[in-house]
C-alpha cells in the first residue's frame, strides 16, 4: 500500500508471521522424552512489556441518584387518607404535625436545633399505598404482586424488615397520575385470611438524648439534613425484588416547631444489566446528556408513605449534654490540670472519658472509704467465706431454715444462761483471729497492687484526652503539641495500638490535609524517622531538643463496614405498630459504630513515657449515594465495570476545574479487587471490579468509596454493593420461540408445600404453577418454557418459596442467549399519526404442509399490533387471510414489527418482519 494511504497499525494489532509445525517432522513420534523445565531464572532474561490494551469489560453507567422526592398529596389525597382510617399522627399537645411541602426548600440552621427545648425526636415512618402502574403488557393480574414487604434502615438502628403487607382496594385520589393505581397496604391477621382494622404500617424511632452520646444530638440532625433513606420492596409471595426507591430526610429537621410531617409519593424503579452494551452516545461535557450503557430501568410502581418528627421534653432527671457544639480545634495542646488524675485515692482518681477539662477543677479530693467499697476484686477475696454460707443457706426452704433458726436462738439463750462469760471470751478470740486473717490479707493485696495503681496514676497525670467523631471512610485530622520535658535531647518513639491511626509521616499529605481541615500550624519536612534498626524501640521516632514542642500529625480513618445480610424474607414477628429505643445496649447494634478508646504512647529511648494521647472514637453512620444490586453464577468471578457520569455532576469536585485526570477507589472488604486508570482531563472513568461469588444463595454485601485525591480523605461517592450467588443454567433461544428445559428440585429434611415462581412471568412460564408438596428427601421436576421478545442476553430468576412460613427454598438464575429468526417475508406500510381507532391490514398465508396443521400467530410488539386470531387450523396446503390491526402512534418515525408463525409446540416455521412508518 502507498504511503498516506493507510493508518499505521497499533501496537497490540501488529502482524507476526506464525509458528507452523515442521511438516517433515513425524506426526506421531517412536521416542517419548520427559523433560524438566530449569527453575532458575537466566541472568539475561528479557522482562516482557505490557501493551497498551484495555481489558474488554462492557461498561454500565448507574443512572445517578434514584428520585428522592416525590410531589406533595393534593387535599383529595389528605381525605381520602383519613377517610380509610390509617392512624393519625399527634404531637404531645393532640394537635396534628405541621404538613411540609416535600418540595420546599430546607435551610439547616445547628444552632436552632441545638437551641430547641423540645430535645426529644421521634421519628415516625408510615407505610399508607403501593401503587400498581399500568401497562400495556400487565393485563393479567398474576403479573401484579398481590402482597409485598419492606426492607430499609434508619440512622444506626438494627435493619428493619416488615411483615407481608397485602395490596387492599383501590384509593383513585391518592395519586395525581392516571395511570397509577394505589392500593391501601394491610396487614395480614394471623390465620392468613383475613387483614387487620387499621391500614398501613408504622414504625417509631424514639432519639431521646438520655441515651444518646456525648455531642452526638447535634450529628443526629446533621445525619437528617444529608442522609437519604433507601426502601426495598420486595414481592410477599415469591420473595423476588421489585424495586427500590429513596427519599430524602431533610424535610424532619423541625427547625423549632412542635412536629412536623410530610407525605411522598416516590417511584420504586429496577434496574436491569445487560452484558450486550451498545455504544455510548451524548456530550460526556454536559450533564444529563450521556445515556446510560448496559442499563435498563423499569419503573414498578409508586409507594406512597408519610414521615413525621414529634418533638418532646426530655426526661429531666436523665438529660445530659448531647447537642452541645463539638469542639472544632484540630491542635491537641497538653496545659497544666489537662492530666486524667483528680487526686485522692489511686482507685478512684482516674477520670472517666467524655468529661471535659471543667470537671477536674471542681473536685481534687476525696473521703476515705473502705477499700472493699471500691475494689471488687478485693471484695469478693475478703466476703467468699459469708459467701459460701449465704448460697448454703439459699438452698433449703423457708420453712426450714426459719425452724432452725429459731432452735439456734433458743440454744443460745440457754448457754448464755450457763456460761455467758466464757461464750464471749470465745466469740471475741475468734472475732479477732478473723479480723487479723482479713488485714493481712488486705496488705498482700495492696503490696501487689501498689506498684500498678502508682504507675497508672503517674501516666494519667501525663495523659491527654481528644474525642473524634468519623464516619467510615472519612479521614479525621488533628495535630497532637509534643513536648520534650527534660533538659537534654531525646529521640521520642510514637507507639499506636491501632491500624485505623496513623502519623501522617508524609510532607505532601500534611499540607493537604491541614489545608482541608483549616489548621494554620505551622510544619517541618522530614520530621520523622521511619526506619527501624535492631535495638531501636519499635514506632516511629522523632528527635526533640531540651523543652523543644512540636506539632504531631495524626489521622484517623476506618474502613470496617456492617457487612451482615438478613435472610431474604419478610418478618412475621414484627408488630404493625412498634417502638424502638435508641439500641446502643442492645445486640442487635453495628458493630461497626461501637465506640472504642485508643492509646498512644510516646516514649524515650529508656522506654519511659513522656506522654499519653487517650483517642476516644464516636463513629457515625455513613451517607449512602448508590446501590448497586447484581446476581451471578456461584464459585465464578463477577467481573463489572462502572462508568461515572460527568465530574461536574459530583458533589466536592470544583465546577470550573480543569477535571481530574484519576479516580482513587477503597473497598471495605479486602477480598474485593477494585481499581481504576488514568485517563485525559475530560474523558469519561471508569472503576473495575472483580468479586469472589460464593455458593448459592449466598448474598455478599460490601461497599465501594471514591475519592478524588490519593490521600482518600473525603469520599466523593458511597456505593454500597450486593452479590447474589445463584446456580446458573445457561439457555439458548430464538425470539418468539419457547425453548423448554426443567429444573431439578431436591426435597429438604422437613416436608414443604413450596410454590415456584417466575421473575418474568410474560416470558418464562413454570409448570407446575399452583402450590406442590415437597417431601423430604425427595426429588421434584420443573419444567420451565422461555420465549423470549428480545434479541440479547438477558438475566430471569426462578425462586421456590415455602408458602407456610415464606422462606426462600432454592433459586436458580436463568441465562438466557436470545437470537433473531430468519426473516422469510418483509413488507412496509404507511400508518397515520393520531389515527382515531387505528389500522386494519391483511396477510395471506399458506400451509406449506400436505397434512392439517394448528399454528400460533404472535408477535413481538403487543402494544402497536393485535391479531384478529392468534390460532388458526389450516389443511394441507389451505391459505387463509391474517387479520391485523395497527394501534394508533402520537408521534413519528418508524419501527419494525416482527410476526412470528409458530407451530403447536411453539417452534417458528416462519417470521414476517413488517416496517411500520409513523407519518
Known amino acids: ?37 530449569s527453575t532458575v531464572l537466566p541472568e539475561n532474561a528479557e522482562q516482557l512489556e505490557e501493551l497498551p490494551f484495555t481489558p474488554v469489560h462492557a461498561p454500565i453507567m448507574p443512572m445517578g441518584p434514584n428520585q428522592k422526592s416525590g410531589p406533595g398529596l393534593s387535599r383529595a389525597a389528605y381525605a381520602r387518607l383519613y ?54 403488557q400487565q393485563v393479567t393480574p398474576s403479573n401484579t404482586p398481590k402482597t409485598v414487604f419492606f426492607t430499609f434502615q434508619f440512622y444506626r438502628y438494627p435493619q428493619v424488615t416488615t411483615a407481608r403487607l397485602q395490596l387492599g382496594d383501590v384509593e383513585g385520589k391518592l395519586s395525581a397520575d392516571p395511570q397509577a393505581l394505589p392500593c391501601v397496604l394491610q396487614r395480614i391477621s394471623g390465620n392468613k385470611n383475613t387483614v387487620d382494622n387499621k391500614p398501613g404500617w408504622i414504625i417509631k424511632y424514639n432519639v431521646d438524648p438520655s441515651y444518646l452520646k456525648s455531642g452526638e444530638g447535634s450529628l443526629f440532625f446533621k445525619y437528617l439534613y ?21 427519599i430524602d430526610l431533610k424535610h424532619l429537621l423541625r427547625c423549632g416547631r412542635e412536629s412536623v410531617q410530610v407525605s411522598h409519593e416516590v417511584d420504586i424503579i429496577t434496574t436491569e444489566y445487560s452484558d450486550d452494551s451498545p455504544p455510548m452516545t451524548g456530550d460526556l461535557t454536559r450533564g444529563g446528556s450521556v445515556r446510560a450503557i448496559g442499563v435498563q430501568t423499569i419503573l414498578k410502581g409508586r409507594l406512597h408513605l408519610r414521615l413525621a418528627n414529634v418533638g418532646h421534653m426530655p426526661d429531666t432527671k436523665r ?56 475494689d471488687r476484686e478485693l471484695a469478693s477475696a475478703l466476703f467468699s467465706r459469708q459467701d459460701k454460707a449465704v ?169 470496617q463496614a456492617n457487612h451482615s445480610v438478613n435472610p431474604q424474607g419478610p418478618d412475621e414477628d414484627i408488630k404493625p405498630q412498634f417502638k424502638i429505643q435508641t439500641p446502643y445496649d442492645e445486640k442487635k447494634v453495628d458493630l461497626t459504630l461501637k465506640s472504642k478508646v485508643l492509646k498512644v504512647h510516646f ?56 477535571g481530574l485526570e484519576k479516580l482513587y477507589v477503597k473497598c471495605s472488604d479486602d477480598n474485593v479487587i477494585c481499581s481504576t486508570r488514568n485517563v485525559s482531563p475530560g474523558e469519561p472513568q471508569d472503576v473495575f471490579l472483580k468479586v469472589a461469588c460464593g455458593s448459592s444463595p449466598e448474598i455478599k454485601k460490601f461497599f465501594v468509596l471514591i475519592y478524588s485525591t490519593p490521600y482518600l480523605s473525603r469520599p466523593l461517592q458511597t456505593w454500597q454493593f450486593y452479590i447474589h450467588s445463584l446456580q446458573r443454567v445457561d439457555v439458548n433461544s430464538v425470539e418468539g420461540q419457547t425453548s423448554r428445559f426443567s429444573l431439578i428440585l431436591r426435597g429438604t429434611q422437613a416436608s414443604r408445600l413450596v410454590q415456584a415462581f417466575s421473575s418474568h412471568p410474560l416470558e418464562m412460564q413454570i409448570a407446575p404453577v399452583e402450590p406442590l408438596m415437597l417431601l423430604a428427601n425427595s426429588v421434584h421436576e420443573i ?98 387471510t391474517l387479520g391485523l390491526r395497527f394501534s394508533p402512534s402520537h408521534q413519528g418515525g418508524s419501527t419494525e414489527i416482527l410476526i412470528f408463525i409458530n407451530d403447536e409446540f ?11 412508518i409513523y407519518s
Not at 906 to 916: G, P, Q
Open 1 to 37: 500500500m502507498p504511503a498516506g494511504l493507510g493508518s499505521s497499525p497499533q501496537p497490540y494489532q501488529q502482524s507476526y508471521p506464525s509458528i507452523q509445525p515442521n511438516p517433515y517432522q513425524p506426526k506421531h513420534p517412536m521416542e517419548i522424552r520427559h523433560l524438566e523445565a
Open 83 to 136: 377517610a380509610a382510617g390509617f392512624p393519625d399522627i399527634k404531637d404531645r399537645h393532640g394537635q396534628p404535625p405541621e404538613v411540609v411541602d416535600p418540595l420546599d426548600h430546607v435551610t439547616f440552621n445547628p444552632a436552632k436545633e441545638n437551641a430547641d427545648q423540645l430535645q426529644c425526636n421521634e421519628i415516625i415512618i408510615q407505610l399508607l399505598a403501593f401503587a400498581r402502574v399500568l401497562q400495556f
Open 226 to 246: 444529608q442522609q437519604t433513606l433507601h426502601i426495598d420492596v420486595w414481592d410477599g409471595d415469591s420473595l423476588l425484588l421489585i424495586g427500590s426507591c429513596a
Open 319 to 374: 438529660q445530659k449534654l448531647t447537642n452541645h457544639t463539638l469542639k472544632e480545634s484540630k491542635v491537641i495542646v497538653q496545659e497544666d490540670g489537662s492530666g486524667a488524675f483528680l487526686g485522692g485515692s489511686l482507685n478512684a482518681g482516674i477520670r472517666q472519658s467524655g468529661q471535659g477539662l471543667a470537671s477536674l477543677q471542681q473536685k481534687r479530693s476525696y473521703r476515705a472509704s473502705h477499700m472493699t467499697e471500691k
Open 391 to 559: 448460697q448454703e443457706s439459699n438452698r433449703e426452704s423457708d420453712a426450714v431454715k426459719q425452724r432452725k433458726l429459731a432452735r439456734m436462738k433458743a440454744l443460745r439463750q440457754l448457754d448464755n444462761a450457763s456460761n455467758g462469760t466464757s461464750k464471749s471470751v470465745l466469740l471475741k478470740k475468734e472475732e479477732r483471729i478473723q479480723r487479723n486473717r482479713d488485714l493481712r490479707t488486705i496488705e498482700l493485696y495492696r503490696d501487689r497492687t501498689k506498684k500498678e495503681n502508682i504507675l497508672n496514676m503517674l501516666q494519667s497525670v501525663i495523659t491527654t484526652e481528644h474525642t473524634v467523631h468519623p464516619s467510615f471512610g472519612h479521614a479525621e485530622f488533628f495535630e497532637f503539641v509534643l513536648k520534650n520535658p527534660y533538659n537534654v535531647d531525646h529521640t521520642i518513639s510514637i507507639q499506636i495500638e491501632d491500624t485505623e491511626l496513623s502519623v501522617i509521616t508524609e510532607p505532601r499529605e500534611w499540607r493537604h490535609f491541614k489545608q482541608l481541615f483549616e489548621t494554620y500550624t505551622p510544619m517541618e519536612e522530614n520530621m520523622f524517622n521511619t526506619q527501624d534498626k535492631k535495638g531501636d524501640i519499635p514506632g516511629i521516632q522523632i528527635f526533640l531538643r531540651p523543652k523543644e514542642k512540636v506539632n504531631v500529625p495524626f489521622k484517623y480513618q476506618s474502613f
Open 603 to 658: 516514649k524515650t529511648q529508656d522506654d519511659k513515657s513522656i506522654a499519653v494521647l487517650s483517642l476516644q472514637v464516636e463513629p457515625q453512620p455513613h451517607v449512602l449515594d448508590q446501590t448497586f444490586r447484581f446476581h451471578h453464577p456461584e464459585h465464578s468471578f463477577l467481573k463489572k465495570s462502572i462508568r461515572l457520569p460527568p465530574f461536574q455532576n459530583l458533589p466536592g469536585v470544583p465546577v470550573s476545574g480543569p
Open 783 to 880: 419444567h420451565v418454557g422461555v420465549r423470549p421478545m428480545a434479541v440479547g442476553s438477558k438475566f430471569m430468576y426462578v425462586n421456590v418459596v415455602d408458602n407456610e412460613y415464606h422462606q426462600l427454598i432454592r433459586s436458580w438464575l436463568v441465562c438466557v442467549s436470545c437470537r433473531q429468526p430468519i426473516i422469510t417475508k418483509a413488507f412496509e406500510l404507511q400508518l397515520p399519526i393520531g389515527g382515531g381507532k387505528g389500522s386494519n391490514k391483511r396477510i395471506t398465508y399458506k400451509n406449506p404442509y400436505p397434512q392439517k396443521k394448528v399454528f400460533n400467530i404472535r408477535c413481538n410488539r403487543d402494544d402497536l399490533l393485535q391479531f384478529r386470531e392468534t390460532r388458526i387450523e389450516l389443511g394441507g396446503g389451505e391459505t387463509c
Open 906 to 916: 411453539d417452534k417458528n416455521e416462519e417470521t414476517f418482519c413488517v416496517r411500520a
